[in-house]
């Protein structure tokens, strides 16, 4: 990487997130200048500047990729990542931006759900944008199974699809991949990252209410049509070839769960 490159500041979308909570500390460790793009202004802190703008409608996109040189890209949300990232890449590229980097999702271009065609939308949008990029596909954060988690165990009965199977993986496994993928150059699509273990649904959330000291009864639930083909195909999993976290399930139970 050129010495312009590695003294430019490096944009960070979802900055304020859980992934960008790891990245950010990790970013200044390493001795780089750090500007996050936030959709509320808030003082510069620990020595990250903040910039207000709004990639899903464009705005204050090109005043927050002035003067970078490289960016990392985890903003994203339930839809319409696909056309923030368009907003993204149109202004990154006409700032001569030399590295773009992506957070993207295992299966983004297999499972026929409007959340992974948008991610597939938005890897289209990096790749072909003209700029050198680097995108990662990660399975879904052990923080997301917690969540579903906690939202599903309070019913007194588990409904729960049984062909879904996750392979959760940490955020800040990912975060420390992100961080060595921004530091280094230009990769394309690089391999997967996911946990050390498969498991169906059913058992994750079995061992959230273990953790919590409870027991329900659970509903094995059909899941119908191209989504379901799609889960017990596992496209939403790479069984070979991805790079494995260190941190497991229960692992992130034991520490979250009291």
Known sequence: MENSARTAPILVTGGTGTLGSHVLPR?????RQVRVLSRSSRPAADGVEYVTGDLLKGEGVESAVAGVGTILHLAGGPKGDDVATRNLVQAAAKAGVRHLVYISVIGADRVPLGYFKAKHGAEQAVSGSGIPWTTLRAAQFHDLVLTVSEK???MPI????SVIRFQP???RDVADRLVELTLGEPAGLVPDLAGPKVAPLADLIRGYLQARGKSKPFLSMPLPGKPGKAYRNGDNLTLEGAQIGKRSWEEFLAERVR
């Open 158 to 161: 588990v409904p729960i699809p």
């Open 27 to 31: 970013l200044r460790e390493a001795g």
């Open 169 to 171: 993986v940490d955020s």
């Open 152 to 154: 599903i165990a309070k």
